[in-house]
Structure formats: structure tokens, C-alpha cells
């Protein structure tokens, strides 16, 4: 089958965790067999137009005048997005489904779904409710409004968690019968020829030292604070590690100030961006992955830590609290208690047995659950199921009733 993916961002263009699950479901598409086409954004250094792997990559320009904001931004690229899909379907023919990611591409996808009468299937990564736990402002409700239009417009949704399902739900009031749950996955062979580096791990820490290892955007959603807050305790009962926290975000000079005025400065190293061959060699000089969200959809970065071998902890919240089966393949926090995080990273430290167990446990799951060669037949799946659903419904009478409804 022909299948058109929008997403605003796909490698090397790596904002959050979407990237990655396009690339991962694009490539397993394509391997199959499927004519897929992905349209994103281009990045510097980039190519225009590229065919990675099994999978042809469009990166198209937003237009060249300077928006008043990210909204004014993403209303530019939807322009753009249609502009360049529509010429694509005009030259090499109409595609059996549209794959649409989060809301950034949801105006272009439900252009081209009533222009050529394409069946459009959505992936909500997160909700803008999730995010900040409720709406609070007139550009976080006119996201969420987009959000629940784009579900609307969408045959079916795709959701990443049995949280997620029950999120998008509650919010959107959408029937159970329009969503599949269909998580993310993750490259079992991402750390291949990847071993343990000692003169890289020194960079970060001493011989002696255990490093606990955290990596994401530093905003508060992810909960880098909290993990900052258990350090003391942590620390008081076992003093030789070393926190090392990978990434970037708006909240980089207030964590570094509060590791500063907790006077913990030589026990935390701050990366800032690290390139992905650097982070590959830092899981695996790791000892304890630890990912404390507060608000957390999926968690790709803990499945990243079971494949690199290495023991993870997350906070038990959202999509990271159905991932690890406390103390059987990871440790469980509690969400936001920092006292109850350091008992989890201490666990681990005190244990290394029962760490070595838990992190064969981890591998197991991964290839059972999160493989993507399982997950693409899932998704397939239901790609069928509405291409073969679409074929069977009147197009213009459907939009005719629509509009008769809104009069």
C-alpha cells in the first residue's frame, strides 16, 4: 500500500520521542514492502528530498516570513505541507492512507484527507491537557481544540498506552471503539558494537564511581528536579556516584543553580547536547538509567535503557508505570517524591544481583513487547481495516451530511 505520514519532525530532527517512532514505523513499513512517503521540516544540513532506507523523506521549507509564534509557525508548515503533498499526489498518484502525528500537521491532513478522499489515521503522542495538567490559557485551549478536531476528523486514532487511551478519552470524549493501542518501539539493535568505553566514562566520572545516568529535555514535565531533590539521600548512603544528566531545555541555568545552592555541584555533571554516538556510550557506562516524568505519555527512553543492559527506574506515572513491573524487570518511584526515588536508585546500587536480574528480565520484555516488527503488524492491521471500511462509504455524500449537520 501507498502510505503519506506527516510528522513535524523525523531524524536527524529529534525535538521529542516522535521522531524516533516515525522512523522506527516507517522503516519496518517499508521493509515490507509499502510505498511509504514521509513529509517533515527540513533541518540544516539536510537533504530536501532523500530516500532513507526503505522510505522516501520530503523535507519541505516553512515559508520564508517570520511568524509572530510557534502557532504562526505551525500554520506556515501546514501550508507548506499541503503544498508539497499535493503536488507529490498530482505527480505519482493518490495514497490509500494518510498517517498524521500530533496536532502540528493536523490542518495539511485534513486538507488532503477531503481533497482526494483519503481514509486519515492520527497518532496522539500527548495531549496540550496532559502537558500542563489541565488548560489554562487561550493557546493551550486553541491547541486542545485542534487536538480534539483532528480526533474527530481522524478514521481512527492510534495511541501509544492504556494511559494514553484513557486520556485521550476523558478529554476529547472520543467512543473506546475509535482508538487502538499500539506502543512504541524500540531498535533492538540500537548498541550494537557498542561495549563499555572506560577513557569515555572517565570523562563523566571516576573509576569508582556508579553513574546514574538521566537523559531527555530539561523541562519540568520531565522531572529532573525531582531527581536533583534525591540526590542528598542518595549520596548519604552511598557516596561514590555520579549523576550525569544529558540534554537540553529552558530549564538548564535553574537546575544548575539549584545543584549549586544544594552544594552537589562536583557530584553532577550536566552535558548539555550530546551527540547520539556520545549518548549510545554513555548508556552503556551507565549503572542506573533513571527517568522520573511527572507527566509521561510513553517513555521511549526507558525501553532505550532496557536495550542498552542497563537498570532503569521511572516514575510511576503514565506511560513509564505500565512499561517496568516494579522490581521484577526495573523500580518504580513514586511521581514527584524524591525520597521514594533515591530508594529506587539505591536499590539497585545495594543489589547488584538482584540489578543483573532485573535487567535480563527488561531485554526479554523489549523483544516480546516493544519489537517493531510486532508493532508494525499492528499497525498494518488496522491500516487495512480502514482502507477496507473507506471503500465501502460514499465520500461526497458523507461530507454532504456533515455540512447539512453543521446548518
Known amino acids: 500500500m501507498r502510505i503519506l505520514m506527516l510528522s513535524w519532525e523525523y531524524p536527524p530532527r529529534i525535538v521529542g520521542g516522535i521522531s524516533r517512532v516515525v522512523h522506527g514505523l516507517a522503516q519496518k513499513l517499508g521493509e515490507r514492502g509499502n510505498e511509504v512517503h514521509v513529509i517533515t521540516c527540513w533541518e540544516m544540513g539536510t537533504s530536501e528530498y532523500e530516500k532513507d532506507g526503505d522510505v522516501y523523506i520530503h ?48 490542518f495539511a491532513a485534513r486538507v488532503l484527507k477531503h481533497s482526494y478522499s483519503i481514509p486519515l489515521i492520527s497518532t496522539i503522542h500527548a495531549t496540550e491537557h496532559g502537558r500542563n495538567w489541565g488548560i489554562h490559557d487561550d493557546t493551550q485551549r486553541y491547541i486542545n481544540n485542534i487536538e480534539w478536531w483532528m480526533a474527530f476528523e481522524s478514521w481512527r486514532i492510534i495511541v501509544n498506552s492504556e494511559y494514553m487511551k484513557i486520556e485521550v478519552k476523558q478529554v476529547f470524549q472520543i467512543p473506546d471503539d475509535k482508538i487502538n493501542i499500539i506502543p512504541n518501539g ?8 557498542y561495549d563499555k568505553d572506560i577513557d569515555f566514562r572517565r570523562n563523566y566520572a571516576q573509576d569508582n564511581e556508579k553513574i546514574i545516568f538521566f537523559v531527555g529535555r530539561l523541562v519540568n514535565e520531565k522531572g529532573v528536579h525531582v531527581l536533583i531533590d534525591s540526590i542528598p539521600k542518595v549520596l548519604q548512603h552511598y557516596n561514590d556516584a555520579r549523576f550525569v544528566i544529558a540534554g537540553k531545555g529552558p530549564q538548564l541555568d535553574h537546575l544548575k543553580w539549584k545543584v549549586n545552592n544544594m552544594c552537589i555541584s562536583h557530584k553532577v555533571c550536566f552535558t548539555g547536547y550530546i551527540s547520539d554516538e556520545d549518548l549510545l556510550k554513555l548508556y552503556k557506562c551507565a549503572d542506573v538509567a533513571v527517568f522520573p516524568s511527572l507527566y509521561e505519555p510513553f517513555g521511549i527512553v526507558a ?100 455540512d447539512l449537520d453543521r446548518v
Open 59 to 106: 523535507r519541505i521549507h516553512s515559508y520564508d516570513v517570520t511568524p509572530n509564534n510557534f502557532v504562526d509557525w505551525v500554520l506556515q508548515l501546514n501550508f507548506s505541507l499541503v503544498e508539497h503533498a499535493v503536488r507529490l499526489i498530482n505527480e505519482s498518484g493518490k495514497f490509500d492512507i494518510i498517517h498524521a502525528h500530533d496536532w502540528i500537521v493536523a
Open 186 to 193: 524500540v531498535d533492538l539493535d540500537k548498541f550494537d558494537g
Open 303 to 402: 525501553l532505550e535503557g532496557m536495550v542498552a543492559n542497563v537498570p532503569v527506574v521511572v516514575s510511576d506515572t503514565g506511560g513509564l508505570g505500565g512499561i517496568v513491573e516494579h522490581g521484577v524487570d526495573g523500580m518504580k518511584s513514586y511521581t514527584g517524591n524524591s525520597n521514594s526515588l533515591a530508594d529506587s536508585i539505591l536499590e539497585i546500587l545495594h543489589n547488584p544481583d538482584k540489578a543483573d536480574k532485573m535487567k535480563e528480565k527488561a531485554m526479554e520484555k523489549v523483544h516480546t513487547i516493544y519489537n517493531w516488527k510486532i508493532i508494525t503488524d499492528k499497525t498494518i492491521q488496522v491500516y487495512e481495516n480502514i482502507i477496507k471500511e473507506s471503500k465501502q462509504v460514499d465520500w461526497n455524500k458523507s461530507d454532504l451530511k456533515k
